[in-house]
């Protein structure tokens, strides 16, 4: 095994448990998050803030809630350990075309390698959010674990990223319209008639809705069709689904993900603090591998629109 560790910072979403299974390192980046009357540092295992509470602040003061990422101190206590202990570092990062997270890093890790220039550090930038960023570190640690070299796991990674889809709807508008991202008459009348946005990531690393599905049953047929039409190897695969205070639809999306594709595991995780503060309650998606994703995201988008007229 090469001698690298892996490290993700607090958009992964990767709980203890999951950093624990996958052996990716505990000490985390960990980003602030600024409440109206308080100021946390992110917590991907919700020591500091129940997601219940965390949740409802988020819900009564949108766009009073906000982020921002590691310090570069932040950065100096995760990562000098590893590389006194003669390591060197693959650090996953929230997408640059979401967050300054990314080129934040890459200025710490230039300077850090100052004083360490027999070490290296290798920073993704994961072009996804939340618990994608988390799928592909944990990939990442299979390809370790295969025995593939630092610089090896990240070439495979960074063309593995613009495999990663997203599949899933958002079902509270009204959040969406009180932050400032849908206008408060679409808003209105889309959740009196049950409209839900569904999204996947683009080639540059933004979340993009694809356009909207009216109903719940609608918007979970979509996400199996979706999986089914751009998913590649289901079976051989640990899928992962994210959710911002909808277990009960989650839970759901598992069961039937099951039964359709029989993955090697489904796992579940709400979404944490700091994508929670921008996406608000209600999102429900799934996170896959399959088909590259189109430059205009041509096929992503005729598949939605052929699911759409058959509606």
């Known amino acids: 095994m090469d001698n690298f560790e892996i490290v993700v910072e607090s958009s992964s979403d990767l709980s203890f448990e999951l950093r624990k299974r996958f052996n990716i390192y505990n000490e985390y980046l960990k980003g602030v998050i600024y409440l109206p009357n308080n100021e946390l540092l ?12 965390f949740y409802k ?23 000098e350990p590893i590389l006194q202990n003669g390591k060197d570092v693959l650090i996953f990062a929230m997408s640059s075309g979401m967050s300054g997270t ?10 850090i390698l100052d ?11 994961t072009l ?19 025995g593939k070299t630092l610089q ?23 959040f969406l319209a009180a932050s400032g991202r849908l206008s408060a008459p679409k808003a209105f009348f889309g959740q009196l008639i049950g409209v839900q946005p569904i999204a996947d990531f683009t080639y540059d690393g933004k979340n993009v809705p694809l356009g909207t599905l009216k109903g719940n049953d609608a918007a979970d047929e979509f996400v199996l069709h979706y ?19 909808r277990l009960e639809r989650a839970l759901k999306y598992k069961k039937a993900i099951i039964e359709r594709f029989h993955p090697k595991d489904v796992i579940i995780e709400e979404v944490g603090q700091s994508c929670g503060a921008n996406i608000g309650p209600g999102l429900c998606c799934v996170y896959f ?3 590259k994703i189109t430059p205009e995201r041509e096929l992503e988008n005729k598949i939605f629109q052929e699911f759409k007229n058959k509606k």
């Not at 992110?42 to 509470?53: F, G, H, R, V, Y």
């Not at 990314?102 to 710490?108: D, E, G, P, R, S």
């Not at 090896?152 to 009204?174: C, Q, V």
């Not at 999986?227 to 205070?245: K, P, R, V």
Request: glycine share 4%.
């Open 115 to 125: 004083d360490y220039p027999e070490r290296k550090i290798i920073v993704i930038d």
């Open 152 to 174: 090896e796991t990240a070439d495979i990674i960074n063309e593995l990223k613009y495999h990663l889809h997203e599949a899933g709807p958002m079902d509270d508008l009204r």
């Open 102 to 111: 990314y080129n934040a890093i890459k200025l710490n890790s230039q300077m």
């Open 227 to 245: 999986m089914n039409e751009l998913g590649e190897d289901l079976s051989n695969q640990i899928l992962f689904i994210s959710h911002s205070q």
């Open 289 to 291: 591998f399959g088909k």
């Open 128 to 146: 996804k959010y939340a618990l994608a960023c988390g799928m592909l570190a944990i990939k990442a640690s299979m390809l370790r674990e295969e």
């Open 57 to 79: 602040i988020v819900k009564e003061k949108p766009g009073n809630v906000h982020t921002a990422f590691a310090t570069a101190e932040e950065f100096v206590r995760v990562v």
């Open 42 to 53: 992110a917590d991907l295992d919700w020591n500091n803030i129940s997601s219940d509470q």
